[in-house]
């Protein structure tokens, strides 16, 4: 029943954004697109699992994630496009400037309930302890936030919130301060848990683990991004929704594999991969904007050519660095793949020195069976006649 009405709900909120685009000039957005594909994938979970928890909670996340930026659009819309005639103005406005902290209190409830959402007794006391803390940061923001948009002018920015937005002070201040520094103790606690059940978990539930893992790396990644190149413009600031993207969808999507049990994909490959390209965009990023920094400050190139040039540079380390940076990582992350490959290397070196035949077929079947250990091998040789 609850699957139902939340998903009645996803679809509610889907079909409002759509109105709303048009209000605030800006028919599609990134971050409910990212909602509607979150929440369908817990609704996706549901159906294979109908009484898992963790389904629920990625639907609630997605419909938080809609419900924000439907409000933030619509505040865009009241007063930047139709200057405050629109009513609940005031609520959306609210809603953008304030709820923002929801966004990120709920993930971690997600990985501590990972993967059917049951829970000891003592973790269900740190549980309730935790919602019971969010649910003071979202009081106390909006109570505060609420108190200090009366009577006075509301300017907003183009992502729905106020353009000076001072927050809570004094004692309040103090208490939101020690409450999100609580949360963070929190975050830790959840990933402890989850670590220690991975070291003692096996098969199946050690697969699961390792893509939760896989998908709150990425996800850390995604929003460290997102913070970095949340000021930049142009092709950084196109990367910076990209980052905002991964940082979001990364867990759900991997949550969704982990828990639907599907093993069309290597988990190993997958975080290597992840861990990779991670390490290789940080380091091209710096790189681009330390040349384009160089060159317009101090060499005083234009900065139409020093865009250019760095992104030469950039684009020609690229597979290189990925080379050498995929090496490394496979090494720690892709150990099967990474020896499987050696050998591979060097049967292939061994070959070229060899001529009898029969010793060419007992190392073939010898390097096949350390590289993919199958149950069986045979080799078949044409005799020519």
């Given at each position: 029943m609850a699957r139902r009405w939340l998903g009645a709900l996803v679809l509610v909120l889907a079909g409002l954004s759509v109105p709303i685009g048009v209000l605030a000039r800006k028919p599609v957005d990134p971050l409910a697109l990212l909602g509607i594909l979150v929440a369908a994938l817990g609704?996706?979970?549901?159906?294979?699992?109908s009484g898992n928890r963790i389904a629920l909670l990625l639907t609630g996340y997605g419909a938080l994630l809609v419900f924000y930026e439907n409000a933030a659009r619509y505040a865009v819309a009241d007063y930047n496009v139709h200057h405050g005639t629109l009513p609940l103005g005031f609520p959306a406005v609210l809603i953008a400037s304030e709820l923002w902290s929801g966004l990120f209190l709920m993930p971690p409830l997600i990985i501590l309930l990972f993967p059917d959402g049951m829970l000891p007794p003592r973790w269900r006391i740190v549980a309730r302890a935790y919602l019971a803390l969010c649910a003071l940061i979202i009081a106390i923001l909006l109570g505060n936030g609420a108190w200090a948009m009366r009577g006075a002018r509301i300017v907003v920015q183009k992502n729905g919130q106020l353009v000076n937005n001072p927050g809570p002070s004094g004692a309040l201040g103090f208490v939101l301060v020690i409450a999100f520094l609580a949360v963070l103790v929190f975050w830790v606690l959840f990933v402890l848990r989850q670590v220690l059940s991975w070291r003692r978990a096996t098969g199946?539930?050690?697969?699961?683990?390792?893509?939760?893992?896989?998908?709150?790396?990425?996800?850390?990644?995604?929003?460290?991004?997102?913070?970095?190149?949340?000021?930049?413009?142009?092709?950084?600031?196109?990367?910076?929704?990209?980052?905002?993207?991964?940082?979001?969808?990364?867990?759900?999507?991997?949550?969704?594999?982990?828990?639907?049990?599907?093993?069309l994909y290597d988990i190993d490959r997958i975080i290597s991969r992840t861990v990779a390209y991670a390490i290789v965009t940080g380091v091209l990023v710096g790189l681009y904007a330390g040349l384009v920094l160089l060159a317009t400050r101090l060499l005083s190139f234009q900065t139409p050519v020093a865009v250019a040039a760095s992104t030469l540079v950039a684009a020609a380390l690229f597979n290189p660095l990925r080379h050498r940076v995929q090496l490394r990582v496979d090494r720690r992350f892709n150990r099967t793949r990474y020896d499987a490959e050696q050998m591979v290397d060097a049967f292939a070196a061994r070959l070229k020195d060899t001529v009898d035949l029969e010793s060419v077929r007992d190392d073939l079947a010898a390097a096949v069976h350390q590289a993919l250990v199958p149950a069986h091998v045979s080799v078949w040789i044409k005799q020519d006649h």
């Open positions: 609704l996706l979970i549901a159906r294979r699992q199946e539930r050690r697969a699961q683990l390792k893509w939760l893992m896989a998908g709150s790396v990425a996800t850390v990644i995604g929003l460290l991004g997102t913070f970095l190149l949340q000021s930049f413009s142009g092709l950084l600031g196109a990367l910076d929704n990209v980052m905002l993207g991964l940082g979001i969808f990364s867990l759900p999507v991997c949550i969704t594999f982990a828990i639907s049990k599907y093993h």
